[in-house]
């Protein structure tokens, strides 16, 4: 074989910001793509490697397959030599139907499925069940009372009224509509001769029923803002009413805004007033009562579902082995282990069976030979299966857990453990930071089964920031030297240990350690924040103390309860105390369930006064849609416009601020109504996505783009990374500030106009820490960051930890879940979580200063921190 075959050649990359790229990447390696966001490297690996070998292959397929498939542009390249068909595995969050699970992403639920059908313990005189009958998401599966949800949800009093001491009047019934709407039924209602002045609860209960309840639609003349008695006059003189109103009971109004409205808002308004609760049907367990009789090791298949992948791999490894106890003594050990008479009375209310699996165990027959044949071969594959998410350490997902609810890392690792089982030879994967999420003892799992991806005769193409992956890199490709127009370069392609003598490099001194950062000494907690008896997830009656005033972080392997804590219980908590709403669990997509109101159990015992202002600053997007932006989201576009607004020109033309808004008519290009491109249906081809012909992107008329301000017109400006605007901004405070603060922590690459569906969850972050360093600083604020170096190059890093300290310095209390050890180490607080991930961890293992809990035997994390610290001079 020819030396250059065991190469990629890329020639003349100029994808995004790449410089006219030359490189050699080597086949069969574990290559990683280094340096500071947006300094090209994913242009390189994602938008000019993988998208030509995706082009390619798409070549030799036929024109009708290729509409069924999504398809990335045509990289800008001269030409790239050497490339193997390539599989990407990119960041994302989950799917948006909350239908989608850990078992579908896997196709675990294929074959558990399968299991049950072929090997399961059937109650005596009931025909077997193909395996489409142990899936929720088929007609002839799904449980017909929660149609497959595992959930049903009601209109109650309590919910749509949650203040009996008011009147009508006074809006008691929170669930009718805002404004003009609710008005209008009110008025309605003192026409149907109602008393609307009375505190809610002294009305008769037949009149509170009718009115909350009733499918009845009167239409009745209305009179507003004439008095009760002004009202019944004039129906008794049959005076000209205002119009005639139609009435619409509460709980009718919430199910049909909630059915029919197109608008997000609306569903998630009106869905506040809809209580979920387990379907007493299927238990929660989602499928029908002939699915549910059916047991394997004595469990039906809805209850397996919901253990643990490592709780399911101990049920199933005994027949993965051949070794299958009676059944009707498995069935006997499973009742002995349930303690909860609240679920067998449910089941009974149901019509159910009053045993766990949903079957007389007396009536189970044996396994017969063949079946136990069947089940040992289904069983040990789902072992083996499930043995290789152990090893990415998500066994404490369960095979049930909706893919709406997992992060970006967790989805990834997933598709990962599925590419592994594949066994494919000679293909490029590309991933995406697959150590995002990750604590570093998980990450030397993750190491182990790209190490193994490659064993079996692959490249491994890694995008990461994570210095340990770096180390154990075969080949480094390091790009940049910094952000945007200022990166685009291949400052060094080789052995890891070559960066070293790279000075333009800003990975090498953290690689290198060739500049560690000093010493800090922690700051003295005064003030403390105690939690007590905090329920969520595997919190069990946890009792925590958060310190006051200083920087937190809190740690431990995923799964582990950090998020749970933090993001959760001390945020409702703290929230519920300062008067905010209840957390919604924002459903996604086409999820057809509505929102529901989740809370943690516990309560604040003390040092709650000590916190005037709670803010969430989390990884979920800043906007739905391309209309979103960064510009728009921190408020820095409005003092834009008004700039255009102000100039000599737009005054002549009488423009005001909104004529420069692309979401405006009459500022906007009316072609593409605001969007910069249009969609060009063709014929047995996927839709294509073009630049509009009028606009050109732009996304302005022509005579709005005729406005300059300092020679831009307004889209040239959206145009602008945040570095070139806060040099075109020098002397504007009111842009120039949010702008800084954006270069500040680490984004000074994004351009201003850049759609909020292009971000990713750690930049959503980041801008809205962003917006809220605008404020003016009073103190006593907690601020919650979930995971904020994310997507973080170390030297980004080091910007967000100056601006985390200058808040602590400012006198607010900052709290933050983190896998990052020199973050961690840099921290005055820690609080370690664990031991394990699920079942197996929602307890604080250690607490105190980083040197402190360094020192801890039982915590995972303390080796990784220990090692960290060692690091500081």
Request: proline letters at 6%; glycine letters at 8%.
């Amino acid at each position: 074989m020819k030396k250059h075959d065991d190469f990629v050649r890329v020639r003349g990359a100029r994808e995004h910001n790449l410089k006219d790229v030359d490189v050699d990447i080597p086949r069969d390696a574990l290559v990683v793509f280094s340096g500071v966001s947006g300094s090209g490297k994913s242009s390189l690996a994602f938008g000019t490697l993988y998208a030509e070998a995706q082009r390619r292959y798409f070549e030799s397929v036929a024109p009708y397959a290729r509409r069924l498939i999504d398809q990335v542009g045509v990289p800008d390249v001269d030409s790239i030599e050497g490339l193997p068909p390539a599989v990407a595995l990119q960041q994302q969050r989950g799917t948006a139907s909350v239908r989608s699970s850990v078992g579908s992403v896997t196709t675990l639920s294929s074959l558990l499925r399968m299991l049950y059908s072929r090997a399961g313990s059937y109650p005596a005189s009931q025909p077997m069940l193909y395996a489409e009958d142990f899936s929720p998401n088929t007609a002839q599966g799904a449980c017909p009372e929660c149609h497959g949800l595992g959930h049903v949800y009601a209109v109650t009093e309590a919910s749509m009224v949650p203040d009996p001491s008011l009147s009508i009047r006074e809006r008691a019934i929170a669930a009718w509509p805002p404004a003009w709407h609710g008005q209008n039924l009110r008025d309605i209602l003192v026409t149907l001769g109602y008393d609307v002045d009375v505190p809610w609860r002294d009305l008769p209960k037949k009149q509170r029923d009718w009115i909350l309840f009733t499918e009845e639609q009167p239409v009745v003349p209305v009179y507003p803002g004439f008095t009760p008695a002004e009202t019944r006059t004039a129906l008794r003189r049959k005076t000209e009413p205002a119009y005639m109103g139609t009435f619409s009971g509460a709980r009718r109004y919430v199910l049909h805004t909630f059915a029919s409205t197109q608008s997000a808002l609306m569903k998630k308004r009106v869905s506040r007033y809809m209580v979920g609760s387990v379907c007493p049907l299927c238990d929660g367990r989602r499928l029908k009562r002939e699915a549910l009789s059916v047991t394997f090791a004595g469990r039906d298949i809805g209850s397996l579902s919901q253990l643990s992948l490592d709780r399911m791999a101990e049920v199933l490894r005994p027949a993965s082995e051949g070794r299958f106890e009676s059944t009707r003594e498995a069935g006997k050990a499973t009742l002995s282990r349930k303690a909860s008479g609240k679920a067998t009375a449910r089941r009974v209310a149901a019509g159910g069976s009053a045993h766990a699996g949903g079957s007389d165990v007396r009536r189970t027959p044996e396994l017969s030979e063949d079946k136990r044949i069947a089940a040992q071969r289904i069983t040990y594959d789902l072992v083996q299966r499930i043995a290789t998410l152990q090893g990415l350490g998500l066994g404490y997902l369960s095979m049930d857990r909706a893919t709406p609810t997992l992060s970006p890392g967790e989805l990834q690792r997933l598709r990962l453990a599925t590419q592994i089982r594949s066994n494919l030879f000679g293909v490029v994967y590309v991933l995406d930071e697959p150590t995002a999420g990750l604590h570093p003892a998980d990450s030397a799992a993750l190491h182990a089964s790209l190490d193994a991806l490659k064993q079996s005769g692959n490249t491994v193409f890694v995008v990461e920031h994570d210095l340990e992956m770096m180390r154990r890199a075969d080949w480094l490709v390091d790009v940049g030297p910094d952000a945007g127009q200022h990166g685009g370069r291949i400052l060094h392609s080789g052995p890891p240990a070559g960066l070293a003598a790279v000075e333009q490099s800003r990975t090498a001194r953290y690689l290198f350690n060739q500049q560690p950062p000093a010493p800090r000494t922690p700051r003295t907690v005064a003030a403390w924040l105690q939690l007590e008896g905090l329920q969520r997830n595997n919190l069990q009656g946890l009792s925590a103390r958060i310190p006051l005033g200083v920087l937190t972080a809190v740690t431990g392997v995923s799964g582990s309860g950090k998020s749970s804590l933090v993001s959760q219980a001390l945020v409702e908590l703290v929230g519920l105390q300062l008067g905010h709403e209840p957390q919604v669990e924002e459903s996604e997509g086409d999820d057809p369930r509505p929102n529901l109101l989740v809370q943690s159990a516990g309560r604040i015992a003390s040092g709650g006064e000590g916190i005037r202002r709670l803010v969430n600053v989390d990884q979920k997007p800043i906007g739905r849609t391309p209309r979103s932006n960064l510009a728009t989201y921190t408020g820095l576009f409005d003092h834009v416009r008004k700039l255009f607004a102000a100039t000599r020109q737009a005054r002549a033309r009488r423009y005001d601020a909104g004529r420069f808004s692309f979401n405006v008519a009459k500022g906007r290009c009316d072609t593409c109504e605001g969007e910069g491109f249009t969609s060009v249906e063709l014929l047995f081809m996927p839709s294509v996505y073009a630049p509009c012909p009028t606009c050109h992107g732009a996304r302005y008329n022509a005579k709005t783009l005729e406005v300059t301000w300092e020679g831009r017109n307004i889209a040239e400006v959206l145009d602008m990374t945040v570095d070139d605007a806060l040099v075109f901004f020098d002397q504007q405070p009111a842009v120039h500030k949010p702008l800084a603060l954006l270069q500040a922590i680490g984004l000074g690459y994004l351009r201003l106009g850049q759609p909020a569906t292009e971000l990713s969850g750690g930049e959503a972050q980041r801008i809205k820490l962003a917006t809220e360093l605008q404020r003016a600083q009073r103190g006593n604020t907690l601020y919650v960051l979930d995971e904020p170096t994310t997507g973080l190059h170390p030297s980004d890093v080091d910007k967000l930890m100056v601006q985390l300290h200058g808040l602590v310095d400012a006198g607010n209390t900052v709290v933050a879940v983190e896998h990052d050890m020199r973050v961690v180490a840099d921290a005055d607080w820690v609080i370690d979580m664990g031991p394990g991930a699920g079942e197996r961890g929602g307890k604080i293992i250690s607490e105190g200063t980083p040197r402190h809990v360094a020192k801890a035997k039982d915590s995972i994390t303390a080796p990784f921190l220990k090692a960290s610290l060692d690091r500081t001079p």
